[in-house]
């Protein structure tokens, strides 16, 4: 496994974005997850501007600031994943969605990615002065649970959610 660095999204990336966006929709999956809704987007420039400005300065959906990332592997610079901080947790992300989302390109998972990827943003939370990060994923969805787990994510709860079981995860960052 070669070695990733996270990269914020800018327009010089946008064809290896638009490319990663692409395979998700190949492999027949309509969302992107980590992306701030890229798969929603037709434009990249709109949704470049999107990502950009719920960093700092206006907030997102979700009523609060988030940054998004891309892992691009240093060998090939090709983007493997993509992950999102959400900054603070409104109470329902307490609920359902925590601080981080991610994802890896369909021909790259299984691989051990995502649990590099969430190491390097769980580095960016730590720097933020976020204490402990919740995480949440379908219960079905093991490679997510085992991505959180590997990182230290202890599981706090399961509820239904949108006719699914899902999973709560927490990692203290204290311990890193």
């Known amino acids: 496994m070669s070695e990733l660095l996270l990269v914020k999204p800018s327009y010089f990336l946008k064809d290896l974005i638009w490319e990663y966006r692409q395979e998700f929709f190949d492999f027949g999956e309509t969302n992107v997850n980590g992306t701030g809704g890229m798969a929603y987007y037709d434009n990249f420039e709109d949704w470049l501007e999107y990502v950009q400005s719920i960093e700092k300065d206006k907030l997102s959906r979700n009523n609060i600031h988030e940054s998004t990332f891309f892992s691009l592997r240093k060998c090939d610079k090709k983007i493997i994943g993509s992950i999102q901080l959400r900054h603070t947790l409104t109470d329902e992300l307490k609920e359902h969605g925590g601080h981080i989302g991610y994802g890896i390109r369909p021909s790259e998972r299984k691989k051990g990615y995502g649990k590099q990827q969430l190491l390097l943003v ?13 995480i949440t994923c379908d219960k079905n969805n093991t490679a997510s649970s085992c991505t959180a787990i590997s990182c230290g994510g202890l599981l706090s709860d ?19």
């Open 122 to 134: 769980l580095d960016i939370a730590k720097q933020m002065k976020i204490h402990k990060v919740m």
């Open 158 to 176: 399961e509820n239904l959610y949108k006719e699914k079981m899902q999973q709560i995860y927490w990692i203290d960052l204290r311990a890193y």
